[in-house]
């Protein structure tokens, strides 16, 4: 060993006796501060407007460091260790001396670990350099993420250790040091570019995506180690060292070129092997370093997936060359895709996954096979996506060659998954949103499906004109109940629907809930009987009206003790129609779920256009609480006609316009036949539909309310609850003008105290 530290002593006097070592190490640092500055001016200046820009001010640590600072860094270290190990035994070679070496009672393996020990040290300096800015950012950014930042050091560090091996082997190659430098180059760049390589052939593909340099520090940059990639960084060194090892044997010892084709060989060989074994899932361990565990999947989510038990889940992902997402489907991306579920394989390794091309027409509102491809058929159309995708023709499926076995048209013909266990299967959707991917919330919700017997189901009455929930029109509710490409639909959230009329079908039993909508004409005797029997049994009920059309629900609403004023409640606007009411959640609404609860807390309001108030008795047999209540400042009740667009709606007291603030969504809850009956009664049925849900001209939270209206009306298990706790790293703690200090630091004194370190260091040097 002390002969190894000797070495390392000497390379490192050699290396930091010339200019370029530090002048890597200068520009290194000033680029890094002048990034991290930057990002650290941009978020005071949002902070300091404040207004609309403080909602940037999230996740600080992640954005300015994992997004930004790190890659930032990241992207330099190939430009640079090459000009640092391009000397390490090249040098050597070219000025005669490394005769003297292999001549000296020092062995191969002490001369390798010497002169890689001494680029480990100058690594340790770079990281180093990251080190002090990260130590100066915890003054600078409230609640900084230290174990976050932990984490994507040591990835840099593993990094720039990769880099050095593979420098130190080049070097030995060559006596030209410029040559050694452009072979890290073009090794750097192989290693990156080989995880796409053979991505079509099942094995081929996994040995050389997973023998890839890239993105190997992107988990450690978010916070999450695994050994996998840890792992990875030091058998690639090794073999690097092995390399270089061999070498130099190879210089000393006359052997037949058999012999060092097979070392080499040997260590490629076992290289692949071991990086293969130990990226297996199921021998892969994970420490989630961030202060919220981003980086593992919520308590809930953990619960669920480990329920599956130990019998394997498969995973047929189905991928449309037509449809939207055919891109995110090609064979070239498959590992892509399976490592969106490396967070449920970290807890369930026996996923297996199968990919299936096929073609059929893309059955969404805005993606019509007749307008996407004009004048083309469906054949002539997936012969050309094959071609752009460089795929067989002869090896896409069309709908027939699926077989009855699965039927694609419900799923519009979109990239879809089909989740298989013990027999049950369930589909996981993709989605029309930046996001695409399921979320946690999703994935939970199918997994549930495959392991419970009943989701809770929600009736929708039919027969009196009621809101549709299979159309597209503005006023039906399509996208809230069973649109499969919206991800709040309640069937990608783990909820079944059906429709279901009074009159001539009787209510199932273990429902979760009906629900009537909007009813234009009366309901018969018959369906009136078979609401009040279901009542008195304890059915849950959403029961929503609309101004005008008391009439038709007073039958069943007078059981429940509950009344829809006369009249419609206005709020006027210089911007939006008078009778669009914005409510507000109150504190018992907020409880329904946690995004309820945020966006009480948030401020959000519901779009009710068209509302009648509500009344009700406090002495009937339910504990009756308000959900949605108006502002009785800004809104008032209309008791004669009211006519949107006749010009301004003005407050009239003798028309009989009452101001107060009313109730516009009550809940009802009692104890009956052993558990609590829950009923909503909202004066607005306008709020559930597909125009409300996709208004962009007011912000509102209709989404997170009427998905926490339906849980709890089913008791609260759906949808699945994977809040993450609000990063608290929300905060700059210095002003603008401190900032510029500091950017004064780390631009000009630090560099300049290093340069002038640097200069009386070289002149003392050239003067001995």
């Given at each position: 060993?002390?002969?190894?530290?000797?070495?390392?002593?000497?390379?490192?006097?050699?290396?930091f006796?010339?200019?370029?070592?530090?002048?890597l190490?200068?520009?290194?640092?000033?680029?890094?501060?002048?990034?991290?500055?930057?990002?650290?001016?941009?978020?005071?200046?949002?902070?300091?407007?404040?207004?609309?820009?403080?909602?940037f001010?999230?996740?600080?640590?992640?954005?300015?460091?994992?997004?930004?600072?790190?890659?930032?860094?990241?992207?330099?270290?190939?430009?640079?260790?090459p000009?640092?190990?391009?000397?390490?035994?090249?040098?050597e070679?070219?000025?005669?001396?490394?005769?003297?070496?292999?001549?000296?009672?020092?062995?191969?393996?002490?001369?390798?670990l010497?002169?890689?020990?001494?680029?480990?040290i100058?690594?340790?300096?770079?990281?180093?350099?990251?080190?002090?800015?990260?130590?100066?950012?915890?003054?600078?950014?409230?609640?900084?993420?230290?174990?976050?930042?932990?984490?994507?050091?040591?990835?840099?560090?593993?990094?720039?250790?990769?880099?050095?091996?593979?420098?130190?082997?080049?070097?030995?190659?060559?006596?030209?040091?410029?040559?050694?430098?452009?072979?890290?180059?073009?090794?750097?760049?192989?290693?990156?570019?080989?995880?796409?390589?053979?991505?079509?052939?099942?094995?081929?593909?996994?040995?050389?995506?997973?023998?890839?340099?890239?993105?190997?520090?992107?988990?450690?940059?978010?916070?999450?180690?695994d050994?996998?990639?840890?792992?990875?960084f030091?058998?690639?060194?090794?073999?690097?060292?092995?390399?270089?090892?061999?070498?130099i044997k190879?210089?000393?010892?006359?052997?037949?070129?058999?012999v060092?084709?097979?070392?080499?060989?040997?260590?490629?060989?076992?290289?692949?092997?071991?990086?293969?074994?130990?990226?297996?899932?199921?021998?892969?361990?994970?420490?989630?370093?961030?202060?919220?565990?981003?980086?593992?999947?919520?308590?809930?989510?953990?619960?669920?997936?480990?329920?599956?038990?130990?019998s394997?889940?498969?995973?047929d992902?189905?991928?449309?060359?037509?449809?939207?997402?055919?891109?995110?489907?090609?064979?070239?991306?498959?590992?892509?895709?399976?490592?969106?579920?490396?967070?449920?394989?970290?807890?369930k390794?026996d996923?297996?996954?199968?990919?299936?091309?096929?073609?059929?027409?893309?059955?969404?509102?805005?993606?019509?096979?007749?307008?996407?491809?004009?004048?083309?058929?469906?054949?002539?159309?997936?012969?050309?996506a094959?071609?752009?995708?460089?795929?067989?023709?002869?090896?896409?499926?069309?709908?027939?060659?699926?077989?009855?076995s699965?039927?694609?048209?419900?799923?519009?013909?979109?990239?879809?998954?089909?989740?298989?266990?013990k027999g049950?299967?369930?589909?996981?959707?993709?989605?029309?949103?930046?996001?695409?991917?399921?979320?946690?919330?999703?994935?939970?919700?199918?997994?549930?499906?495959?392991?419970?017997?009943?989701?809770?189901?929600?009736?929708?009455?039919?027969?009196?004109?009621?809101?549709?929930?299979?159309?597209?029109?503005?006023?039906?509710?399509?996208?809230?109940?069973?649109?499969?490409?919206?991800?709040?639909?309640?069937l990608?959230q783990?909820?079944?629907?059906?429709?279901?009329?009074?009159?001539?079908?009787?209510?199932p039993?273990?429902?979760?809930a009906?629900?009537?909508?909007?009813?234009?004409?009366?309901?018969?005797?018959?369906?009136?009987?078979?609401?009040?029997?279901?009542?008195?049994?304890?059915?849950?009920?959403?029961?929503?009206?609309?101004?005008?059309?008391?009439?038709?629900?007073?039958?069943?609403?007078?059981?429940?003790?509950?009344?829809?004023?006369?009249?419609?409640?206005?709020?006027?606007?210089?911007?939006?129609?008078?009778d669009?009411?914005?409510?507000?959640?109150?504190?018992?609404?907020?409880?329904?779920?946690?995004?309820?609860?945020?966006?009480?807390?948030a401020?959000?309001?519901?779009?009710?256009?068209?509302?009648?108030?509500?009344?009700?008795?406090?002495?009937?047999?339910?504990?009756?609480?308000?959900?949605?209540?108006?502002?009785?400042?800004?809104?008032?009740?209309?008791k004669?006609?009211?006519?949107?667009?006749?010009?301004?709606?003005?407050?009239?007291?003798?028309?009989?316009?009452?101001?107060?603030?009313?109730?516009?969504?009550?809940?009802?809850?009692?104890?009956?036949?052993?558990?609590?009956?829950?009923?909503?009664?909202?004066?607005?049925?306008?709020?559930?539909?597909n125009?409300?849900?996709?208004?962009?001209?007011?912000?509102?939270?209709?989404?997170?309310?009427?998905?926490?209206?339906?849980?709890?009306?089913?008791?609260?298990?759906f949808?699945?609850?994977?809040?993450?706790?609000?990063?608290?790293?929300?905060r700059?703690?210095?002003s603008l003008?401190?900032?510029?200090?500091?950017?004064?630091?780390?631009?000009?004194?630090?560099?300049a105290?290093?340069?002038?370190?640097?200069?009386?260091?070289?002149?003392?040097?050239?003067?001995?």
């Open positions: 060993m002390k002969i190894i530290f000797k070495i390392a002593r000497t390379e490192l006097r050699t290396l006796y010339s200019p370029i070592a530090w002048l190490l200068i520009a290194f640092f000033v680029q890094c501060g002048a990034t991290y500055v930057s990002q650290l001016s941009a978020y005071a200046s949002s902070q300091k407007a404040g207004g609309i820009n403080l909602q001010l999230s996740q600080l640590t992640a954005k300015i460091f994992e997004q930004i600072l790190f890659p930032n860094a990241i992207s330099k270290l190939y430009l640079y260790i000009l640092v190990s391009m000397g390490l035994l090249s040098r070679t070219s000025s005669g001396t490394i005769k003297l070496l292999y001549s000296s009672p020092i062995s191969v393996r002490s001369i390798v010497g002169k890689f020990l001494s680029m480990v100058y690594s340790l300096l770079m990281v180093g350099t990251l080190a002090v800015i990260v130590l100066l950012a915890v003054f600078q950014v409230k609640d900084l993420d230290l174990g976050f930042l932990i984490s994507g050091l040591l990835g840099i560090f593993l990094l720039l250790i990769t880099y050095s091996a593979i420098g130190l082997f080049m070097s030995s190659l060559t006596s030209y040091q410029l040559v050694a430098a452009v072979g890290t180059f073009v090794t750097i760049g192989l290693l990156s570019y080989v995880g796409g390589v053979g991505q079509r052939i099942d094995f081929v593909r996994d040995l050389t995506y997973y023998l890839s340099l890239d993105g190997r520090t992107y988990y450690m940059q978010s916070g999450l180690i050994t996998k990639d840890v792992l990875y030091l058998i690639i060194t090794l073999m690097f060292l092995g390399f270089t090892y061999y070498k190879a210089d000393v010892e006359s052997n037949p070129l058999r060092k084709i097979m070392r080499y060989a040997g260590i490629f060989i076992f290289t692949l092997v071991v990086v293969y074994v130990t990226s297996r899932p199921a021998l892969i361990g994970y420490y989630d370093a961030t202060a919220n565990h981003d980086q593992t999947l919520t308590p809930n989510a953990q619960k669920i997936i480990k329920e599956l038990g130990n394997p889940l498969e995973i992902l189905y991928n449309n060359v037509l449809g939207t997402y055919a891109y995110m489907g090609n064979p070239d991306n498959q590992n892509g895709l399976i490592s969106n579920w490396d967070l449920y394989l970290r807890f390794p996923i297996q996954f199968k990919f299936i091309q096929y073609y059929a027409p893309p059955l969404g509102l805005f993606d019509p096979f007749e307008k996407m491809y004009p004048g083309l058929t469906l054949a002539q159309a997936a012969r050309n094959a071609n752009a995708y460089d795929l067989d023709f002869k090896d896409l499926k069309s709908a027939k060659d699926l077989g009855a699965i039927n694609l048209k419900p799923e519009l013909n979109r990239l879809v998954m089909q989740l298989k266990y049950k299967t369930t589909f996981l959707r993709t989605f029309d949103d930046p996001l695409a991917w399921p979320s946690e919330t999703e994935v939970s919700a199918a997994f549930k499906r495959l392991e419970a017997k009943d989701m809770p189901k929600i009736e929708f009455v039919t027969g009196n004109l009621e809101r549709s929930v299979d159309k597209n029109g503005d006023r039906d509710y399509k996208q809230l109940i069973n649109l499969p490409s919206f991800r709040y639909s309640l990608n783990g909820f079944d629907a059906d429709t279901l009329s009074l009159d001539n079908q009787d209510i039993l273990n429902i979760a009906i629900v009537i909508a909007d009813p234009k004409t009366a309901l018969s005797s018959a369906a009136i009987l078979k609401l009040h029997n279901y009542i008195d049994k304890g059915g849950n009920l959403l029961i929503a009206g609309e101004p005008g059309k008391q009439a038709v629900l007073d039958p069943i609403l007078q059981e429940l003790g509950v009344g829809m004023m006369n009249g419609t409640v206005v709020q006027p606007s210089k911007e939006l129609p008078p669009l009411v914005l409510a507000e959640i109150t504190p018992f609404a907020a409880t329904f779920t946690k995004d309820a609860a945020y966006a009480r807390h401020g959000f309001k519901i779009a009710m256009p068209g509302v009648a108030g509500l009344s009700y008795t406090t002495n009937g047999s339910f504990h009756i609480q308000p959900l949605l209540v108006t502002d009785a400042t800004k809104s008032w009740i209309k004669d006609k009211l006519v949107v667009d006749s010009g301004q709606v003005i407050y009239n007291p003798a028309a009989g316009d009452s101001r107060m603030s009313v109730p516009t969504a009550l809940a009802l809850s009692r104890k009956a036949d052993g558990r609590e009956q829950r009923i909503i009664v909202c004066g607005d049925a306008d709020f559930m539909d125009y409300n849900l996709k208004r962009n001209d007011v912000p509102t939270a209709n989404f997170s309310w009427n998905t926490a209206m339906f849980s709890w009306l089913s008791g609260g298990e949808p699945i609850d994977t809040f993450r706790p609000a990063a608290k790293d929300t700059i703690l210095i003008s401190s900032i510029t200090i500091f950017k004064i630091i780390y631009l000009w004194i630090i560099p105290i290093l340069v002038v370190f640097a200069a009386v260091l070289l002149i003392r040097r050239k003067r001995r």
